[in-house]
Every structure is written in C-alpha cells, then in structure tokens.
C-alpha cells in the first residue's frame, strides 16, 4: 500500500500558484520523495524529488517539512496543461523495494481558464 | 530519442487468447518495468528488470510472462487472457546506478480489454 496521503482532488485558477499537499508521516530517513503526474489519456511524467532540503526545477518545487512528514509540492503559475493527477510517492534509497513506484490514487488537479 | 515506445495503442482480446505487449526504450537504460492501471486507480507493477537476462516479479505479476533478451527491448506476454487482465499497462525504464533515486521514464500505453 502506498505510505502517502493526499486531498483526492483541488482546484486552481490558471495563472494562479497551486500547492498540493502529501503527508508522508512513516517515512524513514532514507526515502525519497518523488512526485509524478498523469495527463489525460498518457502515461505518468516525472516532476520532482528531494531526500531532505527544498528542490527547483523547471517544472516545480518541492518544499519538504523540516520532520519530513510531510511535503508540498508547488506549481508556480498553473496552466491549463497542468491539469493532471498528481502523484506523491516514497522510494527507498536501496533494497527490494527500491525498484519499483508505489502509485496511490493521487491529487487530481483541476485548472480553471 | 524517441523515449519509450510501446505497442499496440489499443487491442481487444477474447478470453483464453494471448498475445504479447511490446515495450522498446532508446535511452540505454539498464532498468525496466511494467505496470498496469485499472480505472480510477494507480499503477501497480507486474515485473520490472535490472538488466538484459534478468526479470523479477512485481506486485501483481499472475497471469503474465516477460523476458528481457537485449537491453532495449522489454515484452509482456499475456498466457489466457482473462476479463480481470482489462486495463491499461505502461512500460517503464530507467538508468540506475548504485543506490541514486533514479527517475522513470514511461511510454504511452496499451489499452487492453478482454472479452
């Protein structure tokens, strides 16, 4: 089973900064934290992932709590194009478990025009 | 690059058929996977390799076979099709080394229904 929790969906204005909450309370101090998101209809994207600082990229950033129970991850300036299921997922560092992405059912992300 | 490329975009199947799903990546990744998405739900993963000649169950891997013969190449074979096999299943890969949070990188999908 997945080892996040997040909203089962959100809402935005387009242009408007998002952030999506995951709360991740067992994580375990080797475990990553990815966030992947799913278009309508296409197989899931890469966003982001950070281990214990905050992370930009292009696309996003990632705000991790300083306890690293939980994250946020934040769309600056959302687009109709964001509009997505949003997936917060844990991967540990090594081991067995380390292959593969333990997808929940995610944030869906509604951009409004 | 052309990324992950899979086959066939859409297929119906009637039960006790098989057929194989094909997976081909361009990026020399050593690593890859398959996972299936049933409506509504996430992705759930079926088997993944680490390298060629090397597979490994996944979560939900009854009822599917795969083989792993050059690193590019990564195909799913469905033995009996069954309604429960209706889905849509992703191939995945990506380029691990050591214990780095390695990113996947995912095709666009086959869409399955059994019959």
């Known amino acids: 089973d997945a080892k996040t929790t997040q909203p089962n969906s959100m809402e935005s204005n387009e242009e408007e900064p998002v952030h999506l909450p995951c709360n991740h309370s067992t994580i375990s101090g080797t475990d990553y934290i990815h966030w992947y998101r799913q278009l309508p209809s296409q197989g899931p994207e890469y966003v982001i992932h950070g281990l214990t600082s905050n992370v930009n990229n292009r696309m996003a950033s990632l705000a991790i709590a300083e306890d690293r129970k939980s994250s946020t991850l934040i769309l600056h300036r959302a687009t109709l194009r964001d509009a997505a299921v949003y997936y917060c997922?844990?991967?540990?560092?090594?081991?067995?478990?380390?292959?593969?992405?333990?997808f929940g059912k995610g944030t869906k992300l509604s951009v409004i025009p | 690059n052309a990324g992950v490329t899979q086959t066939p975009k859409f297929r119906i199947l009637k039960i006790g058929q098989s057929m194989t799903l094909q997976c081909t990546q361009d990026m020399n990744h050593n690593y890859m996977y398959w996972y299936r998405q049933d409506p509504g739900m996430g992705l759930k993963l079926i088997y993944y390799s680490v390298g060629a000649g090397i597979t490994d169950k996944g979560e939900v891997p009854n009822g599917y076979n795969v083989s792993r013969s050059t690193t590019e190449d990564f195909p799913l074979r469905l033995e009996l099709a069954a309604p429960s096999q209706t889905s849509v299943y992703f191939c995945a890969s990506s380029y691990r080394d050591g214990d780095h949070a390695d990113t996947q990188y995912f095709g666009p999908g086959t869409r399955l229904t059994v019959l």
């Open positions: 997922i844990l991967r540990e560092s090594s081991g067995a478990g380390s292959y593969q992405l333990t």
